[in-house]
Structures are given as structure tokens and as C-alpha cells.
């Protein structure tokens, strides 16, 4: 009965993930609209955006590129099923960063200058945030005694009851995460970003449209990791999850607002001060109680 | 779905007088929000749907323009913002002025005014999406659209000769 269940939830990510993601980036984009005193795009817009995208030609600079976008998606997709499968969280976070570098991999393979250069800052983002999703996964470990996605929902009361730090931490990566300001230093969907179009620069048409589907994928699956921190065996805890992802994600694009864009140094800096300044101190708070 | 919902707008200043250009920033300020249309502004020919490209193009700008309208994907429209990339305007006359943007490339809409007006150019763009819907059409329907950059580019030349 429980294999079953993951199927169905296996399925329902695979179905509605896009779905989801979708809705979030277009409420994101008609908050930020309303916030700039605009009124902004309809509300299904990056709903057209996709589906334009898939209707046009491809430019395609070199066969490894589209290969590397496509391999992508699919890594994007293979960890979401992982961990919507209830498997183990420190894969679900190797399988992402692999995913992550696939992308770099496909910036990498164009001549452009930016794109190379979204590239770099896409790998320090990475070294910058890494070292937080790790400790993720070993704050769940500590609270719940296992790293399997299906043994922590099944914890007595909410994760985030003893991981403040940790949560702290990993709503700030999200900001890396999902590329707004001030952490959009490799690319952004926004046009005062500095590099042109960074990371995505030479990927153009239908390639494009593969991997703002594979972000979509992405975005569901880091904000169920973010889910995790407030669900327990009682069912009412997943309406409370749901909400906080909500106001949580408020507050990312209230940031994004607000925020004008900083230097790498300085991101690199505050991410690792945040990572080991609030789940450092967390991480060696429950090492203390558990002695 | 159609193609006009997601117009993805690059700009050019292909020797103007910056007058057009400042004009092409306004309309896409917050002011007249154009994002109500699904228009985004960006800086990448690659993921452009609509070049609006401004000033009459000189000799230097020739290979630029020519370049930036190959490197965008099919199907795709071009806007000829102010009377400069129309014909040239008040520059036509001079030695290294093509005079008018499609001496060099096809342009669909035109776009006059000295300098032209954020009104009128988010009117031509509008204008445009129509077009864009069109060409998608066409392209579904296998109709390829052969584009033939210097047909029209060299008869300046040759005139001018
Ligand atoms: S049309 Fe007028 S404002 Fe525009 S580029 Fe020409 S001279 Fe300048």
C-alpha cells in the first residue's frame, strides 16, 4: 500500500509540478508588478512564455549544449521524484547538484563571453550555497534519526521546532535559488541584470523552453524540501506547510524588490556568515542536547 | 497558443540620434508598463521575438544589424522606430547612411516620428505581434520564410556608385 502511495505521489509531481510552478512564478510576477505600482502581465503569463518558447526555432550553437539542457530536465526531474518518492534527502541533494552542473556544463560549451561568464558565477553561487544543503540534510538526521524523506514526515512535531537555524539558512539559499535579486548574479528573468542573459545567453527557442521547465521542476522540489521543515504525521501540519511555503515565498520576492543587486564577494560572504552563523550554532546546539 | 501572448522585445540603436532611443526606453518604463502585453525587454537577440531598432544605419552599424536579425530564432518581426530607420529622415542624404533600416534587413512595421512617440511606438509594436502570429502560421504551414538580407542592401550602394 505504501509503494503505492509514492507512485501516486510520484505521479502527481511529474503532472502537476509544472502546474504549480507556473502559478507561483505568475503570482510572483503580478505581486512584483502590483509592488512597482503596475499593473503587470495576466496572471497565466509564464504559462504563454513557455509555450512560445516551445513554438520557435532554436538556435542551437553546438549539439553538447542542447544535449547538456536536455540532461537537465531530466536530472531536475529525476530528483523531484526522489524526493517526492519519500527516498533519501543527502541523494536528493547530490542528484541536484548534478543537475546544476549540467547547466554550467551547457554554458560552458558556447563561445559567448557571458554565457562563460554566468557559468563561473553560477559555480561560485554553488559553492556558496552547497555547504547549506548539506547541513540540511544532516539537520533532518539529527531531528528524525534517518535521512529518508518518508521517515521525516513521520516525526511528532515540526522539524522546525528545533532547526530555526537551519531554516533561517535555507530560506536564505532560496533566494540564490530562485535567481532574484540581490543573489541573481548568473542570470535573472529581469531585465537590469548585468550580464545580459548570464547563464542562459546562448540558449535560445524551444532549448529554452526545456530548461524554464526544468527550473519549474526545481522550484516545486526545493519548496517541498522547505515543506518538509513544518510536516509531521498529523495531517492538518501539511495546510500549515502550504502556508508558510507561501508566506515565505512572499517574502523572497519582497526581497527581490527591495534589494538592488550585490557583488559576488559579498554573496559568498553573507551566504557562508548565514549558513554557519544560524545553522552552524544550531547544528552545535542539538549536537549539545544530544549528548 | 499564440505566439503574440510572449513578445520578447530587444532594442537597437543602429546610429540614431539618440533621440528614438530615449523615447524606445520611455515606453518600456514602468510609466506605460508594457509587461501588460507579456512584453519583456530583453538584451539577448537570441530569446528576442521583436527588434526595434532605431536610426538610419551607417556603415559601421550595417554588419551589427545585419547579425543581431540573424542571430534571432524564427519567427520573428522587425520595428523601424522613428522616420531615421524608416528612410532615413534628416540623415539621408549623408556619404555612410543606408538610409532606412530595410536597405538592410526586412522590416514589418514602421514606425515614424521625429522622435517618435512612446504612444505610437507601443501602438507599432502591437502592430507587429499580429505579424508575429502570421509568420508562425507560415511557418507551421511550411511556407518557409526566405529571407534574402542583401537584395535590398546593395541597391544603395549601387546607386550610390
Ligand atoms: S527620427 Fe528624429 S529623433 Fe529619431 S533618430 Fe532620427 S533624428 Fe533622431
Known sequence: ?291 | MKLSKSPWLLHYDASSCNGCDIEVLAATTPRFDVERFGIINTGNPKHADILVITGGVNNQAKSVVKQIYSQMPEPKVVVAAGICACDGGIFKDCYNIMGGVDKVIPVDVYVPGCAVRPEALIDGVVKALAILDQKRDAMKSHAACEINYDKNSDTKEKNQA
Not at chain 1, 24 to 36: E, I, L, N
Not at chain 1, 128 to 150: D, K, Q, R
Not at chain 1, 163 to 171: A, D, Q, S, T, V
Not at chain 1, 194 to 222: F, R
Open chain 1, 1 to 291: 500500500m505504501r509503494d503505492f502511495l509514492w507512485l501516486i505521489m510520484i505521479i502527481l509531481y511529474l503532472g502537476l509540478a509544472p502546474v504549480l510552478g507556473v502559478l507561483a512564478s505568475g503570482y510572483d510576477r503580478v505581486v512584483t508588478a502590483r509592488m512597482q505600482g503596475r499593473q503587470g502581465p495576466p496572471f497565466l503569463q509564464p504559462y504563454y512564455d513557455i509555450m512560445k518558447l516551445f513554438q520557435k526555432e532554436a538556435i542551437v550553437v553546438n549539439w553538447l549544449q542542447t544535449a547538456m539542457v536536455v540532461s537537465f530536465l531530466m536530472f531536475t526531474i529525476f530528483t523531484g521524484c526522489l524526493f517526492f518518492a519519500g527516498g533519501d534527502i543527502l541523494l536528493v541533494f547530490f542528484a541536484h547538484s548534478l543537475a546544476e552542473v549540467l547547466l554550467i556544463l551547457a554554458a560552458c560549451s558556447a563561445n559567448s563571453p557571458y554565457s562563460n561568464l554566468g557559468a563561473q558565477r553560477e559555480y561560485i553561487q554553488m559553492m556558496a550555497y552547497e555547504p547549506m544543503t548539506l547541513l540540511v540534510a544532516i539537520g533532518f538526521y539529527l531531528v528524525c534519526g534517518s535521512f529518508n524523506v518518508a521517515d521525516i514526515i513521520q516525526i511528532n512535531m515540526p522539524a522546525i521546532i528545533k532547526l530555526p537555524g537551519f531554516f533561517i539558512g535555507y530560506c536564505f539559499i532560496l533566494i540564490i535559488k530562485f535567481r532574484k535579486s540581490p543573489f541573481d548574479l548568473s542570470t535573472s528573468h529581469h531585465a537590469h541584470q548585468e550580464m545580459v542573459k548570464g547563464l542562459t545567453q546562448d540558449i535560445s527557442g524551444n532549448v529554452l523552453g526545456i530548461m524554464e521547465l526544468g527550473e519549474l521542476y526545481e522550484n516545486v522540489l526545493l519548496v517541498g524540501i522547505l515543506a518538509l521543515f513544518f510536516i509531521t504525521r498529523e495531517p492538518w501540519t501539511w495546510l500549515l506547510a502550504a502556508v508558510c511555503c507561501s508566506v515565505v515565498y512572499f517574502l523572497i520576492i519582497l526581497i527581490d524588490n527591495i534589494f538592488p543587486r550585490v557583488k559576488w564577494e559579498v554573496m559568498f560572504k553573507y551566504t557562508w556568515l548565514v549558513t554557519f552563523g544560524f545553522a552552524g550554532s544550531n547544528f552545535l546546539i542539538l549536537m549539545m542536547l544530544r549528548r
